[in-house]
């Protein structure tokens, strides 16, 4: 019998049915997700990508700060770079 979830995605609400949600692309963290290995890969894909989350993440860190740590802190990933990953980038661009 498949087990029903009952859990929702952190980004859009709707009712996951995997590892990712079907309507926006979140994925379920699990504990491995939060490795030393899985950080780096983030890391370096979000440097070397600039995908226009950087951007959104930058914008939104310097003018609405408070709105970006409240949707990354309820769980809406999807549209942010991790706050560590921008500190890192900052740091990287004024050294």
């Known amino acids: 019998m498949k087990e029903v979830s009952t859990a929702c995605c952190q980004s859009c609400g709707q009712p996951l049915m995997g590892k990712y949600c079907h309507v926006c ?48 802190a309820r769980g809406a990933r999807v549209k942010y770079i991790k706050p560590l990953n921008i500190f890192l980038i900052v740091n990287l661009i004024y050294k």
């Open 25 to 72: 692309g979140e994925k379920v963290l699990v504990q491995s997700d939060k490795a030393l290995g899985v950080w780096v890969k983030d890391l370096l894909s979000n440097v070397w990508q600039l995908e226009g989350r950087l951007i959104r993440s930058m914008k939104l860190l310097l003018f609405k700060p408070g709105k970006y740590a409240s949707d990354y």
